[in-house]
C-alpha cells in the first residue's frame, strides 16, 4: 500500500506563488527520484522537475528559474516551490515517485491524483 497526495494547489494571479507538496505513505522501503509533472488541457504530460534522492535537480526549461524542486526523505515527501507563475503554468500538477516497497524487490513508479493549479487574473 504505497500512496502519493498532492495538495496545495489552487487558483492563483500571474505573478504569484504557490507551494505544492506530495507525501508519500504506506509500506515503504526506500524512494528514489521523485519528480512533478504537469498536464494541461489538449496537451501532453510533461515533466517539471525531478529530484534524485541525494537532492540532484533537473528542471524544464519552461520554469527554470521560477520553480524549486525539494525534498524532505524523511518525511517522504518531496515539494514543488512555484514563483512568478504564468498563465501557461496551468495545468493539473502530479506527483511522481520511484518507490521500493518493503515487499518489493524493484522501484516502480507511483502517481498522485493531481491538484490542480490555475494561474488566472
Known amino acids: 500500500q504505497v500512496q502519493l497526495v498532492e495538495s ?5 494571479q500571474p505573478g504569484g506563488s504557490l507551494r505544492l507538496s506530495c507525501a508519500a505513505s504506506g509500506s515503504i522501503f526506500s ?3 521523485m519528480g512533478w509533472y504537469r ?14 534522492s541525494s ?11 521560477r520553480f524549486t524542486i525539494s525534498r524532505d ?6 515539494y514543488l516551490q512555484m514563483n512568478s507563475l504564468k498563465p501557461e503554468d496551468t495545468a493539473v500538477y502530479y506527483c ?6 518493503y515487499s518489493a524487490s524493484t522501484y516502480r513508479n507511483y ?9 488566472s487574473s
Open 8 to 12: 496545495g494547489g489552487g487558483l492563483v
Open 31 to 33: 524512494i528514489s527520484t
Open 39 to 52: 498536464q494541461a488541457p489538449g496537451k501532453e504530460r510533461e515533466l517539471v522537475a525531478d529530484i534524485t
Open 55 to 65: 537532492g540532484t535537480t533537473n528542471y524544464a526549461d519552461s520554469v527554470k528559474g
Open 73 to 78: 526523505n524523511a518525511k517522504k515527501t518531496v
Open 96 to 101: 511522481n515517485g520511484a518507490v521500493m516497497g
Open 111 to 119: 502517481w498522485g491524483q493531481g491538484t490542480q493549479v490555475t494561474v
